[in-house]
């Protein structure tokens, strides 16, 4: 159910092909021992935000992870702060995607920045992409 509670608090605040922009307001359950923002919780938004960033480019199914890094360079904040964050698709191959993600707080000062490779090659079969429709708008 956490997984659940964590995707819900979630707000997409932009999304263009190849950019998502989100945020996060810290609730108890996104924060650790010392009611800071846990670092799970900032990699599972790499994660998310990585696959996000692959559907802005067209694909239905994003693919599976083959690598997630996440580089905490900050404190996320404490319960009632707000936690902002870019991805963006930086390559978008038939077999690979490649994502870049980078966190702020509300001042832009950078919390964490993380990095996912999605492997695509069977999403690219999926009947449900837009991928033509999507190359259009750009």
């Known amino acids: 159910m956490t997984t659940l509670r964590f995707v ?18 810290v609730q108890k359950h996104h924060t650790n021992r010392l009611n800071i923002l846990h670092g799970g919780t900032i990699a599972s938004m790499v994660d998310l935000g990585g696959s996000l960033a692959v559907a802005s480019r067209g694909l ?24 902002l964050a870019e991805v963006t698709c930086d390559k978008f191959g038939k077999t690979l995607a ?10 832009g000062d950078i919390v964490a920045r ?9 999403a690219w079969r999926d009947p449900q992409n837009i991928v033509e429709e999507i190359n259009k708008l750009k």
């Open 60 to 83: 239905f199914a994003t693919g599976v992870s083959t690598d997630l890094n996440v580089t905490y360079l900050n404190s996320g904040g404490k319960i009632g702060d707000r936690i």
């Open 8 to 25: 819900r608090s979630l707000r997409v605040t932009a999304a263009r092909p190849g950019t998502v922009n989100f945020e996060l307001d």
């Open 114 to 122: 993380g990095s996912h490779t999605k492997y695509v090659t069977l």
């Open 98 to 107: 490649f994502t870049n993600i980078q966190f702020t707080n509300p001042k």
